[in-house]
């Protein structure tokens, strides 16, 4: 039997070149505290990105987290269910209330549509989540929150390296909060990071990060832990060197998938928006049991019994978590109940072989009836 195909696998530099970018660290001794190679990885991000200001965080949950705090909110908090634990999670535990606006059942973005008859006197932000390298109605989402006087901070977990309409993903909103995770297409192993326009917004996330110390005997807020590691900051260095050149294989991969599955009835996938460069993050294929014979489930069994990972992802939805105790209604956000209980997400990385994408569709096409 074949080697097991896992959904992801992290993207990683040659060991010598990893070696190379942290000898220093032998000579100077610095491992932490925002030193060299955490100065060097912010300054790179924000070109890379074409952000005004870009901070970096021990990961992108306490980048969220953060900025919410950072925001000193109080109220509502309109978001969307399909999305990972991270972005519900970090506005339950600012002691703010998630609202749950149902999601576009092309994009699985947040339905704009849908949006504005949320609002109510106790709202004070939005949160939207790009979904798989597919970006939000960034306009419209930016005219609802200038009517109503609210922040936007974007959970853009999945857009790394992505623009629309020419501009970084990262520019958008109050803030944007990145996830450099090791499954994610730019990794530092484990990290974040916050883009951001206003500077102040930036003078209360490093004091958030960084206990509020300014001196050996200046601490002038109270804040937490959350600063990138050099470590970590290094294997960012040496992973952005190369993101071009690995978002070029996931586009070879993404399009060798395309091959096989377009057209096929039952399955729906991915769209494709005409303003987005696309860091091809994942590849969701939505089935229709009733049209292609198969369920997700069962499709999910015989992949696996293949040895081939795939992902319910995202399933379950945040809404129905057991940690909420049935508080809210998953039938509000009834698209996003659909789609999350046919969606499946395909291996897809960089190195993933075009003649292993050939075999998992097979297998795929083979279920069909």
Sequence with gaps: ?????????????DYDEYISEIKDMWENHWLTNMGPKHKQLQAM????MGVENVDLFTNGHMAIELTLQALNLQGEVITTPFTFASTT????????????????????????EKLESLITDRTCAIMPVHVYGNVCNIEEIDRIAKKHELKIVYDAAHTFG???????????????????????????????????????????????????????????AVGANAKMNEFCAAMGICNLRHVDEEIAKRKAVVE????????????????????VKSNYAYYPVVFDEKVFGASRSEIFEKL?????????????????????????????????????????????????????????CEIILSCKK
């Design 1 to 13: 039997m074949s080697d097991p195909i896992l959904v992801t696998r992290s993207s990683m530099p």
């Design 304 to 360: 696996a019994e293949n040895g081939i990972g795939a992902r319910k992802y995202f399933y379950p939805l945040t809404n129905t978590f057991s940690a909420f105790h049935g508080k809210y209604d998953v039938n509000q956000t009834p698209v996003a109940l659909h789609i999350s209980k046919r969606v499946l997400t395909l291996p897809l990385y960089a190195d993933l072989a075009l003649e292993d994408v050939d075999r998992i």
């Design 162 to 220: 992505e623009t629309y309409k020419g501009k970084g993903i990262g520019s958008f909103g109050d803030a944007s909060c990145f996830s450099f995770h090791a499954t994610k297409v730019f990794n530092s192993i484990e990290g974040g990071a916050v883009c951001f326009s206003n500077p102040s917004l930036g003078k209360k996330l490093y004091d958030l990060k960084n206990f509020g110390i300014h001196g050996p005997e200046e601490v002038s």
């Design 45 to 48: 991000l924000k070109e890379y």
């Design 89 to 112: 999670h970090a506005i339950v535990r600012n002691k703010l209330e998630p609202v749950f606006c149902d999601i576009d059942p092309v994009t699985y973005t947040i339905d704009t």
């Design 256 to 275: 060798r998938y395309n091959s096989h599955l377009s057209g096929v009835d039952g399955i729906q996938l991915n769209a494709v928006q005409p303003d």
